[in-house]
């Protein structure tokens, strides 16, 4: 980083199904409780970089910059950000960039989406919107398609059985238990989830994320207001159509940008001792930390089966993944840094990282963020 | 400017109905044209920045960074930023902060709407996303009758006739017919203005601009690869929705953004002498003008009527504006930057200005440039 920026607070809505509640209360409630946890005046944000995918189609509304604005009394420069469901990570790489410009001192990223008020198949066919609308959508797959078709793939080439990915979703049950944040704080067998209704094989339906409403706020600043320092932010870009790729079982943008986040920040792999990923489907865990370089090619569900017996070697979603959080797209990016940071002072841990992507890894972001304090 | 920034190249396709071409057409188009017109090779281009306001609701399309990104055989880091109509000049804005943090060299500037794709009800729907969703939309409004409201209190507090409004649109039909890239080139009296079919009242067919297909481009570098440097990058927020403002003949955005562009840029307002302006429709040109400080409030017409007399004592909108040249919302603003540069360059002029909003001013981008050779 060319400029010590710190996670001076924080602020989350439960994810959850919010019927009583509108995109504007999710967002005001989550940029409220970061401005009480950093202790700040709202009048010292100079800039609101606003994270979203889907208001246009689910809410009707645009201009989500302007509207997070008018929040402030001072209705201070306000943007959004998108990139489908990688918008949060992207938000704040861009908050990163205006801090580093000597633009602001002092930046609110607040990512929301309110996907319940739409009915499923407009989720569905919004959510679509991450792949390519000229070679993807007119076959009429889904993105659990994708993911189904990214997961038939993956087993071919691994042999990794249906038992084995079923521990996936168990653990992050498992982690959720703890998160009064979470979507679902229950706990799920590997069994239950083998026997779910199937969605799109070998995808069972508690392979999934599910669609989730949801705030998350992160107030980044140049002034150590915290022990929470961003040591890299880094983002890649892939076509957003799987068909024009190489391989499937792999996505190169995670890749590229955690090999330009360990550069950025000074650091081996090896010092990264939590992370939290981007689960949007159980396939996607297992190679995502095999991008992440935490595993070899194949061989990812092993930190997952280490997890589920009690000794990880790695601390992969403590928070409990999106797929207990909850998955309102826009907002896990942030929640993702708030957890890891959240993690790193628990245990006294010095380097975490969020990894978020969106699409099926066309734009993804990697934020690795160091406590000074460990 | 923290930093120089240079407008390096830019490129335009022509604004229109383009039924024949997707939004990935169009975006290519402007892209090559901007890479030839500035000598660079594509593997310059260090981030994209894609301005968007309609493409998940016309074209079922997200994710258009990656799609932009998509477009270079070595898929640079990108992302999209999204204001409303004013998403061109925030998009720029974002570009400058990378420019100036250090993270970028060369950013591509990527400005495009596909907007024919959509029925014209499903459009004007879209476009009322630029309003706000709780206060607004449940009105039934549309954004003709938000500013046929603002132009009904206009002519009431300051005795504006139909007669003199119409001088707006003739000037900017005049202004466009030798802009290769205009939708429309046809000349159009003011006679032919005021007869044209009410729209919402006094608004009428020919006070508004049209619904376009189009795409614009900026590569801004912080290497001298033109005499075009931005002297300043300025912007402002304000409620999404007139009923929450003290007044609405006038937009306080565009008053914030000024005063803090001409203090960045360390100009005073007469040193410009062409301007851009946002004419949505032709009572906001009128109101822009006021808003800038180039006229007092209730004489703004007067700058048009000067034009339309052949002695104008600022040149505005001397591309043919919004009106004449269409107006695909999120390329608008970027077109606007590209004109303004043209005419620097044409007229041997020092600076120039191009205003850009989103909604009814609930997002506002000024960019001053600067012609280091006039």
Same mark, same amino acid.
């Given at each position: 980083?060319? +400029?010590?920026?710190?996670?001076?607070?924080?602020?989350?809505?439960?994810?959850?199904?919010?019927?009583?509640?509108?995109?504007?209360?999710?967002?005001?409630? $989550?940029?409220?409780?970061?401005?009480?946890?950093?202790?700040?005046?709202?009048?010292?944000?100079?800039?609101?970089?606003?994270?979203?995918?889907?208001?246009?189609?689910?809410?009707? +509304?645009?201009?989500?910059?302007?509207?997070? @604005? @008018?929040?402030?009394?001072?209705?201070?420069?306000?943007?959004?950000?998108?990139?489908?469901?990688?918008?949060?990570?992207?938000?704040?790489?861009?908050?990163?960039?205006?801090?580093?410009?000597?633009?602001?001192?002092?930046?609110?990223?607040?990512?929301?989406?309110?996907?319940?008020?739409?009915?499923?198949?407009?989720?569905?066919?919004?959510?679509?919107?991450?792949?390519?609308?000229?070679?993807?959508?007119? @076959?009429?797959?889904?993105?659990?398609?994708?993911?189904?078709?990214?997961? +038939?793939?993956?087993?071919?080439?691994?042999?990794?059985?249906?038992? +084995?990915? @079923?521990?996936?979703?168990?653990?992050?049950?498992?982690? $959720?238990?703890?998160?009064?944040? $979470?979507?679902?704080?229950?706990? &799920?067998?590997?069994?239950?989830?083998?026997?779910?209704?199937?969605?799109?094989?070998?995808?069972?339906?508690?392979?999934?994320?599910?669609?989730?409403?949801?705030?998350?706020?992160?107030? &980044?600043?140049?002034?150590?207001?915290?022990?929470?320092?961003?040591?890299?932010?880094?983002?890649?870009?892939?076509?957003?159509?799987?068909?024009?790729?190489?391989?499937?079982?792999?996505?190169?943008?995670?890749?590229?940008?955690?090999?330009?986040?360990?550069?950025?920040?000074?650091?081996?792999?090896?010092?990264?001792?939590?992370?939290?990923?981007?689960?949007?489907?159980?396939?996607?865990?297992?190679?995502?930390?095999?991008? &992440?370089?935490?595993?070899?090619?194949?061989?990812?569900?092993?930190?997952?089966?280490?997890?589920?017996?009690?000794?990880?070697?790695?601390?992969?979603?403590?928070?409990?993944?999106?797929?207990?959080?909850?998955?309102?797209?826009?907002?896990?990016?942030?929640?993702?840094?708030?957890?890891?940071?959240?993690?790193?002072?628990?245990?006294?841990?010095?380097?975490?990282?969020?990894?978020?992507?969106?699409?099926?890894?066309?734009?993804?972001?990697?934020?690795?963020?160091?406590?000074?304090?460990?």
């Amino acid at each position: 980083m060319r +400029q010590d920026i710190f996670l001076a607070g924080s602020g989350l809505t439960r994810f959850g199904e919010w019927w009583e509640k509108s995109l504007r209360d999710l967002m005001s409630e $989550a940029a409220t409780a970061a401005l009480r946890s950093s202790g700040m005046s709202p009048l010292e944000i100079d800039l609101v970089v606003v994270a979203n995918m889907l208001a246009e189609t689910a809410n009707d +509304q645009a201009g989500l910059g302007a509207l997070a @604005s @008018s929040l402030f009394p001072h209705r201070p420069p306000a943007l959004r950000v998108e990139a489908a469901c990688g918008s949060g990570s992207l938000a704040l790489h861009t908050a990163c960039a205006f801090l580093e410009s000597g633009r602001a001192k002092t930046v609110l990223v607040l990512g929301a989406e309110k996907m319940t008020d739409a009915p499923a198949n407009a989720v569905a066919e919004a959510l679509m919107g991450a792949a390519d609308g000229e070679l993807d959508a007119p @076959s009429g797959i889904t993105f659990p398609g994708i993911f189904g078709l990214i997961g +038939q793939r993956y087993m071919h080439e691994y042999d990794l059985t249906r038992e +084995q990915l @079923s521990v996936v979703s168990a653990v992050h049950h498992r982690n $959720a238990m703890d998160n009064p944040f $979470a979507h679902f704080r229950q706990e &799920l067998s590997p069994e239950a989830v083998s026997a779910s209704p199937l969605v799109s094989d070998p995808l069972r339906l508690f392979d999934c994320s599910p669609v989730s409403d949801g705030a998350a706020a992160c107030i &980044l600043s140049t002034a150590r207001r915290s022990p929470l320092r961003i040591a890299a932010s880094q983002v890649a870009s892939d076509t957003l159509s799987i068909t024009e790729r190489p391989t499937i079982v792999s996505f190169p943008a995670t890749r590229e940008a955690m090999s330009r986040a360990l550069l950025e920040a000074g650091i081996e792999r090896s010092d990264i001792r939590a992370v939290e990923t981007h689960d949007c489907f159980s396939i996607a865990a297992v190679i995502n930390v095999e991008d &992440l370089g935490f595993a070899r090619e194949g061989e990812g569900i092993r930190l997952y089966e280490e997890a589920y017996a009690g000794h990880p070697s790695l601390f992969v979603n403590m928070s409990g993944g999106l797929k207990a959080c909850g998955h309102p797209v826009a907002a896990t990016g942030l929640k993702q840094l708030i957890d890891a940071g959240k993690h790193l002072e628990r245990a006294s841990i010095r380097y975490g990282l969020a990894h978020n992507f969106g699409g099926a890894g066309a734009a993804c972001g990697i934020h690795i963020l160091e406590n000074i304090e460990a």
